[in-house]
């Protein structure tokens, strides 16, 4: 548990094909399934203070209480995703923390060190940012913390998600996201 945000809710993984990925944690892990969306509309998208677009791919899926992330960059645009792909570390790029007191959560961490390198938004309610290394360093390169709005639409599909993996009996494996609008 951590001390500033509670628990860890999301472990990320870069790979370089999103949908043998899946494949692999859902036949190979038994995780699943996975909640596929090609194109992360993410918007108010910013890596050090400058506006990028874009195009990300993700696949969400729990095991147990903790969610899966994969996600696969699909253009170049400057992020920590490119900043780690071009270090040449693979495999989990980031924790996350979840939140529903964005403003009051992002304060605490700035006070205690964080800062901000990017950030931007999935759906109403659905801010997020990811933090440079703490000053004293950082044990794990590449690995880094991002916080996550969870109070609008983007909660209610992390507990569609959580729930659907209740019990999941294989079939099925790869789902499309539903529409945030509708959620």
Known sequence: MSRFFGEIRQVAYLVPDIEAAMHHWASVLGVGPW?????????NYTYRGERYEPHNSVALANAGGLQIELLQTRN????MYRDFLRAGLQGVQHVAYWTEDFDADLRRAEEAGFKVCM????????????FEEKPAGNAFPGTVVELSEVAGPKGKLFRLIREASQGWDGRDPVRPFPDLDTL
């Open 119 to 130: 950030g931007g938004e999935v759906g109403e309610r659905g801010r997020f940012v990811y």
């Open 35 to 43: 909640y596929y969306n090609p194109r992360v509309p993410i918007r």
């Open 76 to 79: 170049d645009v400057p992020s």
